[in-house]
């Protein structure tokens, strides 16, 4: 595909990213993926990348290798209240100028230059719709520049769901494209001594795990349920421990329920764990838990199935993409504090119906068949090929 049309000219597309470099979020980590499928499906092509957030130096320290003619421009060091439109000014000016092929959106909010763009001089753009961004839009340039996107690429069917139904969008206009993970880094391992020393555990003890940033604005991560079936849990299972990591501005008030409930002695809050650790706590519990009711898709759902664990997960959002519907792990009403503590003992005492769950490295093989950068990429190879073809033609 691609080898049609560099023999008449290169192919240009123009990448807009609010940040890969200075802050990991869900968003952050999908645009990274998705910038390198896209250097090593086109790996001759010139890909200007506009990064809003991330600053020079951000760019500079990353130790990145880039595969392609990969061009940065970068917004971070301009001040908050006019980077927004600086960046839409030079979006404008330099695609003017410069006529990329494509031009694609990783958050949504992007798509109102990118309309603009395609509006001036016809070209082309797409855009990616993660979670709560894509939801209750009511902005009218916003809904009219996704009406007019070639392409909408949606992580999960609930987010796909939700965009056909509240913008009356024809299903034909978005396609599915998953998230994917860093599978060399998840992999299944004993309990790290570290920290079974640090948090005072003995190797046999049942560890549930959340991790989810604790914010007020996002208490659909359920972690208040999961502490609501706590007490039963502890009723069968009284060893039984509770990790949440994360940070963030929901702290204060989860501790005091906490103590509310008398859970203190259960639950630890680990605050920030860096990424690189991040694998270690993984390892370290026996059930990932986080029934959500309005994610997007949830990577950390991946990461906690490369590890091999038994997952959990809300019945009700794009967590049913993540864990296939139940074949990769159990599915519960994210409302319902009783099913998850039966579900949650089922699995701790292996009787869980589902045995997929209890076999580390069928689970990994499982989950990186699915959702693996190789299956990531081969999927965006597929929707960009039509694009790619008739600009060739």
């Given at each position: 595909m691609f080898k049609n049309f560099s023999q008449s000219k290169r192919l240009k597309i123009h990448l807009l990213i609010p940040n890969i470099f200075g802050f990991k979020g869900g968003v952050q980590v999908y645009s990274a993926f998705f910038l390198e499928a896209l250097q090593e499906i086109y790996p001759f092509a010139t890909i200007d990348v506009f990064l809003l957030h991330d600053t020079s130096q951000d760019i500079a320290s990353s130790q990145v290798s880039f595969l392609t003619d990969t061009r940065f421009h970068s917004f971070g060091k301009f001040k908050l209240s006019f980077r927004s439109w600086i960046y839409a000014f030079y979006l404008i000016a330099y695609?003017?100028?410069h006529r990329p092929d494509l031009i694609i959106s990783t958050h949504l909010n992007f798509s109102v230059v990118a309309h603009r763009l395609n509006?001036?001089?016809g070209i082309p753009f797409w855009t990616i719709a993660h979670g709560v961004e894509a939801w209750d839009i009511t902005r009218p340039d916003l809904k009219n520049a996704l009406s007019k996107a070639q392409k909408?690429?949606?992580?999960?069917h609930y987010t796909c769901d939700r965009l056909i139904k509240e913008q009356e969008l024809k299903s034909g206009k978005i396609s599915l494209l998953h998230n994917t993970f860093q599978s060399k880094r998840f992999q299944p391992s004993p309990k790290p001594d570290q920290l079974l020393k640090k948090h005072s555990l003995h190797i046999r003890q049942p560890i549930l795990l959340t991790v989810c940033r604790l914010c007020a604005s996002e208490s659909y991560k359920s972690y208040d349920v999961v502490l609501g079936?706590?007490?039963?849990i502890l009723k069968t299972i009284p060893e039984a421990k509770y990790f949440i990591v994360g940070k963030g501005d929901d702290k204060s008030r989860l501790e005091k329920k906490i103590i509310e409930m008398d859970l203190q002695e259960h639950v630890i809050l680990t605050g920030f764990v860096p990424d690189q650790d991040l694998c270690d706590y993984y390892n370290l519990c026996d059930v990932f838990v986080m029934p959500s009711k309005l994610e997007g898709f949830g990577i950390v759902y991946l990461e906690a199935l490369a590890c091999g664990k038994p997952v959990i997960g809300g019945n009700q959002d794009g967590a049913v993409d993540a864990l296939s519907k139940g074949e990769l792990g159990a599915l519960v009403d994210p409302d319902d504090a009783e099913e998850?503590?039966?579900t949650v003992i089922q699995i701790l005492n292996r009787t869980y119906p589902n045995y997929l769950m209890f076999q580390p490295n069928k689970l990994r093989s499982s989950v990186?068949?699915?959702f693996g950068f190789t299956s990531f990429k081969r999927t965006l190879r597929n929707y960009l090929q039509t694009e790619?073809?008739?600009l060739s033609s």
């Open positions: 695609g003017l100028f509006q001036i001089a909408i690429l949606a992580v999960s079936a706590l007490p039963t998850i503590a039966e990186i068949e699915r790619i073809s008739t």
